[in-house]
């Protein structure tokens, strides 16, 4: 039985922590949305610590390994896909954002985000506000709440 095509996917820049990846591969199979990993990740994409936070559902996930941003964006872009950033850099609250059908939403590195020509080539930049004076939200959770609302909007309206 094949998959169903995705309406939404998530890209991962270079991703450092393993459990983050692994939780985020759990979501996006029980969603049913695809995740792109760019690599280089911080990590062997084979680590237990991937393997314990995903649990099984990782064979269930939709998974696309870029070898670098170039290869995804050329690839993102012949396949249609708007690019929308989560960061804290970002005016726009996720929540009055509009998402469509077919966006990618990229969330980057633990360490460091994504560098200024990602930031910029991105069609759409968004962020979750939070309290004053507090750097950023888990990775995981960034995701969950970010594909949540995109889904509420395209999904399940």
Not at 32 to 37: M, T
Not at 52 to 60: E, L, Q, V
Not at 64 to 74: L, P, S, T
Request: aromatic content about 8%; hydrophobic content about 45%.
């Amino acid at each position: 039985m094949s998959q169903p095509t995705p309406k939404l996917r998530i890209a991962l820049y270079q991703p450092d922590i393993p459990g983050n990846t692994g939780t985020i591969l759990r979501l996006a199979a029980c969603m049913g949305c695809a995740v792109d990993i760019i690599e280089p990740a911080g990590f062997d994409i084979s680590d237990r610590n991937l393997k314990r936070a995903g649990m099984d559902y990782i064979s269930a996930a939709m998974l696309i390994r870029h070898v670098n941003f170039e290869h995804f964006n050329a690839w993102r872009t012949k396949e249609g896909h708007r690019l929308v950033l989560a960061t804290t850099k970002a005016a726009e609250r996720y929540t009055d954002f509009t998402f469509r059908d077919g966006d990618t939403l990229l969330f980057g590195r633990e360490s460091a985000g994504v560098p200024d020509e990602v930031h910029e080539m991105a069609d759409a930049r968004i962020v979750i506000p939070m309290q004053p004076g507090l750097r950023s939200i888990n990775l995981a959770v960034s995701a969950a709440m970010v594909l949540g609302e995109a889904m509420r909007q395209t999904v399940w309206r």
